[in-house]
């Protein structure tokens, strides 16, 4: 997924070149320096990465690649024209598919298309194909194979099925797409350059850099001779951002990069905005990805002003009680009890959305118990345990009727009641639910799927609970290393939720300079990205103080303790307690000189 400068003068259009350029190292490629070579064949077409060439069969470098990519039946024989896939049958399909309603009807195409890419997007690719592929199959049948719904639904498709690990299959599909669009003069410009995009992120990271330079190529000369009207080129800004995005995670320049691809949005929101204004299901894509790129960049500020512009447009354009709107709130209330140091505000929104939600779907529908189990999790950050662990016991009991016990979101919620019985002390009943969640989760979403790494991380803060070091060490190891592959190290609530536990791992280890080097590592990720009124630094600090106290290093101890002493009073109040005691500490660390 990749962005274009949004202008139509050719300074802009020069900006977007460099943008690409910039982002063709990130491709893997060995020469950081690697330029795109004019794609050959008639104007716009590009040679595909056929023609006697092999398809990718090595594995890949980025995380967004499954573990084991091809079994031999499905190995793309070397050499095999790429042509010939437009005559292949199709793979078999996966048994169970639902009954589709509104048959074959465009409007019942779109509405079908939108609910395979809320699967996907909640990382849930099993209940994402099924819809994906009955639209990318009827919509050729019934709108053309050029139309957009059945272009992104094949484009949608091809990425559900490479996440589940069946890559010769996406190959073959993007392929497939590519040359029927091509031969199609009414195929939809915009979505058909974007299958190329898509392809050539694909052949990224396989390291084929050759194959996606030229379909990079292709594909921004396509994007650049879409007219601005209608968002087009706004359109082709998202897939430059996204594609830059997504490759930051190969390790290259991830700053910069993520700079780059923020710098591109941000434009296309203001030079685009009369046509922004008249297509909002446009500008909230773009804003998700400055969403996504301010959490890369460890900015929750930046993320939560991009949530609020967005929500914002979706109550003047849809409502504000539409289902988006709605979804949105719900999101944002999330991150602004995780990352935004506003507990009570996260609350206040999830009972609004929870009453809302109520009474247009039912005190039962599945959306409502989502927002339930949520204001379930932030009770428990508010210390109201009990109440936010019957909040998310039903929930998770009523999800699961609907849903199965194999469904992400029910997964999602009981992880986040082992948070809960992490919280209450009952750490062996949270290691049960948070183990069960996580392994199932890694058979769904992957191992590096952020619900996953927090259920896991969940799991380490149990192992420590029960005093189990060795074996906290290890998953907290396991889950570190995980958590640096996908990209997110430079955020600092989600690397706390492994790096702080692992730290008192160590220290239960008996590895003091090890869990000194970690919790300090987490108080410097504190102090980067989380406000002073933080409660999630507390616990942190108290433990940097406990490990440099046990190596005897006391002028460090009193520098943490300061810092502890300041947010316990920032977050409790200088009368609590707490406050009272962590100053108590302070003054006798200070008169031991």
């Not at 259009?13 to 064949?41: H, Q, T």
């Not at 849809?318 to 719900?330: A, C, K, V």
């Not at 999790?377 to 019957?390: F, H, Q, S």
Request: aromatic share 4%.
């Amino acid at each position: 997924m990749v962005p274009a400068m949004i202008s139509t003068d050719s300074s802009a259009f020069a900006l977007f070149a460099l943008a690409l350029l910039f982002a063709f190292p990130l491709l893997g490629a060995r020469n950081a320096c690697a330029a795109p070579k004019k794609p050959g064949g008639r104007k716009g077409e590009g040679p595909l990465p056929g023609g006697g060439k092999a398809l990718p069969d090595g594995e890949p470098r980025g995380p967004l690649a499954p573990r084991k990519l091809f079994d031999p039946g499905d190995e793309v024989p070397r050499g095999k024209d790429l042509q010939a896939f437009q005559e292949e049958p199709p793979r078999s399909r996966p048994r169970g598919e639902p009954v589709f309603l509104g048959g074959d009807d465009p409007a019942a195409l779109e509405d079908r298309l939108q609910t395979g890419i809320i699967h996907l997007t909640r990382g849930n690719p099993e209940k994402a194909e099924p819809y994906l592929r009955n639209v990318a199959e009827s919509g050729a049948k019934v709108l053309g194979q050029g139309h957009r719904v059945a272009l992104a639904a094949a484009r949608h498709l091809a990425t559900v099925l490479f996440l589940k690990g069946r890559a010769a299959e996406a190959a073959e599909l993007w392929v497939r797409v590519i040359l029927a669009a091509e031969k199609d003069p009414e195929a939809d410009a915009a979505e058909f350059h974007s299958c190329r995009l898509h392809f050539a992120a694909f052949l990224g990271q396989f390291g084929k850099e050759e194959e996606a330079l030229r379909q990079l190529g292709a594909a921004v000369e396509g994007l650049g001779r879409i007219p601005e009207e209608g968002g087009k080129a706004a359109s082709a800004a998202a897939e430059t951002a996204k594609l830059i995005l997504e490759f930051r995670r190969e390790g290259w320049d991830a700053g910069d990069a993520l700079g780059l691809a923020r710098a591109i949005v941000e434009r296309a929101l203001g030079k685009s905005a009369e046509f922004l204004r008249a297509l909002p299901d446009l500008e909230l894509d773009l804003l998700e990805i400055l969403e996504e790129a301010a959490l890369g960049q460890g900015d929750p500020q930046a993320r939560l002003a991009a949530f609020r512009r967005s929500i914002a447009l979706s109550e003047s354009s849809r409502g504000g009680n539409s289902p988006q709107t709605l979804e949105l709130r719900h999101s944002y209330a999330r991150v602004l009890a995780d990352s935004g140091g506003d507990p009570k505000g996260a609350r206040k929104i999830l009972e609004q959305v929870f009453r809302e939600r109520s009474r247009s779907l039912g005190e039962k529908g599945f959306d409502t118990l989502r927002t339930q189990a949520a204001l379930g999790g932030v009770l428990g950050d508010l210390g109201e345990t009990d109440r936010g662990m019957r909040l998310l016991a039903e929930a998770a009991r009523l999800m699961e009727r609907i849903a199965g016990p194999g469904d992400f979101d029910v997964l999602e919620v009981k992880a986040m009641a082992a948070r809960l019985r992490l919280a209450r002390g009952e750490h062996r009943e949270a290691l049960d639910l948070a183990g069960s969640a996580a392994a199932r989760l890694t058979k769904i979403a992957g191992k590096e799927n952020e619900a996953t790494l927090l259920a896991r991380s969940f799991m380490l803060e149990a192992l420590v609970g029960l005093g189990e070091g060795k074996a906290a060490v290890r998953e907290g190891e396991a889950v570190l290393k995980a958590r640096r592959k996908t990209g997110e190290v430079l955020y600092g609530p989600q690397m706390l939720d492994v790096l702080f536990p692992l730290a008192a791992a160590y220290r239960l280890a008996g590895d003091l300079p090890k869990a000194r080097k970690t919790a300090e590592k987490a108080a410097a990720l504190i102090e980067r990205d989380l406000l002073a009124c933080d409660p999630f630094a507390l616990p942190v600090f108290t433990e940097l103080v406990a490990i440099l106290r046990s190596l005897g290093d006391l002028k460090a101890a009193r520098q943490a303790c300061r810092k502890l002493l300041a947010r316990t009073e920032a977050v409790l109040g200088p009368g609590h307690e707490k406050a009272l005691a962590v100053k108590k500490e302070l003054e006798e660390l200070e008169g031991r000189g």
